[in-house]
């Protein structure tokens, strides 16, 4: 009897790992050994249920990027699993990073299901699963990398911008609107249209369409190595709560009198 390879499932969406769950289970190279819908749980039940292979979320509740962490911690605690990250966040400017931070794959979650058992195929050889679009930008990226003559310099953008207006030119890289980098940023809806000028100044760029493709084409090619993306990503709103959770806890004196 062949032995199949034990899965570990994390998403917080029931329905969503029910249905992994008959995927996998109906297939005869796999079994799933475990499920969590928390970081909290993922962390104790893959090290209890010793699987082969991970399958990981992107996102938990508010935390869009939560899967990266776990990712990491998963690679440093557990060498020998294999990761494949599962999200319905673009793959263009996400499997990259996923796979920087040590996942073996990353794929949609509006894949056909026979994409997700390849993917698991792949990864149990010891490969990288890339999906169709993404093993193309590879090439792609390949062809330039072993042409030196047609290498653009991958930060050459944000060598004339402030330490700002770099926040500001990735954070409209990954399509946040003006309100949106105002709150994440501490700053006006104002100010951020001032930085936004600048930058097409400095960039030599007409118009904010122009601003936004080159943008987005930044971070997907550039190097965002001194960026803190799960920082510079979350919601200010859930940091603050957080903040003030925290500071009730550290102040007695913020405790209603009795």
Known sequence: ????ARVFLTDDHPILLGGLVSLINSNGSYEVCGQAVTIEEAHTEIRDSNPDIAIVDLAFGNEKTAGMQLVRKIRYNHPEIKILMLSHRDESLFAQKALEAGADGYIMKDSNPSEVLKALDVISTGEVYLSKAMQKEANRRYARRTHPGTEENKNSDLEPLTKRQREVYVLLGF?????????????????????????????NIDTHNELMARAAKFVIEGDLEEFDLDELLSDPEDQQKDKKESDKEEDPKSDPPE
């Open 1 to 4: 009897m062949i032995q199949k």
């Open 175 to 203: 399509g946040k609107t003006t309100e949106q980098i105002a709150k994440k940023l501490g700053i006006s809806p104002k100010t951020v249209d001032s930085h936004r000028k600048d930058i097409k100044e400095r960039l």
